[in-house]
């Protein structure tokens, strides 16, 4: 899901479980990174979403670099459809699309093999061209349950003994063949809506028409990211 194109509760860790964790360094950042929150406040209020490493490491990693470096300040929602999602992060309110950093790959199928996420309300993705690996700053948030979405799991073996895809049976495909169709690819969710839910439902409710470039699907209003920032 891009401007370009059209398709887009963890539990606490016990005193014994944390002590643990601290004895081993590199599981204890991993759970601290696993925490990591960003707050995003808006024209229209502020929520809260926590990304998750643990499931989609390169796409996280990239996701809060542009945090870092305020890529996402003063961009706007630019594409807003309601019963679907809201999609921001790439233009300013003068509707110029901001420069970003090379594509990170693509890490939906991976993430949901380690028991991430699908593209269910709440949850937040990479949008993208057709291109799997193109992602770079534009992120989306579902605002409904877009199982269309999410990406295909290839079961074991090569050849592929029995694949099924939008009711068609494959038999005895090749692995690589499925590996590289990019229509079972999806879009990868990194994160969920912590809080704050209520106001994306407000921004997937505004008015939307034509505005800049696009045709269609852009707030009348613009709404506006004015800082993306890290929270613990």
């Not at 995003?40 to 979403?49: A, K, L, R, Y």
């Not at 961009?75 to 459809?81: D, E, G, L, N, W």
């Not at 009711?167 to 809080?195: C, D, W």
Request: a positive charge.
């Amino acid at each position: 899901m891009n401007s370009r194109c059209n398709p887009i509760q963890r539990r606490s860790l016990s005193a014994l479980a944390m002590a643990g964790l601290l004895a081993v360094g590199g599981w204890h950042s991993a759970w601290a990174e696993a925490a990591t929150k960003v707050k995003f406040v808006t024209s229209e209020g502020d929520f809260v979403v926590e990304v998750y490493p643990d499931k989609a490491p390169k796409t996280v990693e990239n996701f809060l670099q542009y945090v870092k470096d305020k890529h996402y300040d003063g961009t706007i929602f630019h594409r807003v459809i309601n019963n679907f999602m809201v999609q921001g992060g790439g233009f300013d309110a003068k509707y110029a699309e901001k420069p970003g950093r090379p594509p990170v790959r693509h890490e939906g199928q991976e993430a949901l093999a380690k028991g991430g996420d699908k593209n269910t309300i709440g949850t937040l993705a990479m949008a993208r061209t057709n291109d799997p690996h193109s992602a770079t700053a534009q992120f989306f948030i579902n605002v409904k349950d877009n199982d269309f979405l999410n990406p295909t799991p290839i079961p074991p073996g090569d050849p592929v003994p029995r694949f099924e895809y939008q009711g068609q049976i494959y038999e005895n495909t090749p692995r690589a063949k499925l590996l590289n169709a990019s229509q079972l690819f999806g879009y990868t969710v990194f994160g969920r809506v912590v809080s704050g839910m209520d106001v994306v439902n407000k921004i997937k409710s505004v008015p939307t028409g034509a505005g800049g470039p696009f045709p269609s699907d852009v707030p009348k209003t613009p709404v506006l990211i004015k800082s993306a920032s890290l929270i613990k």
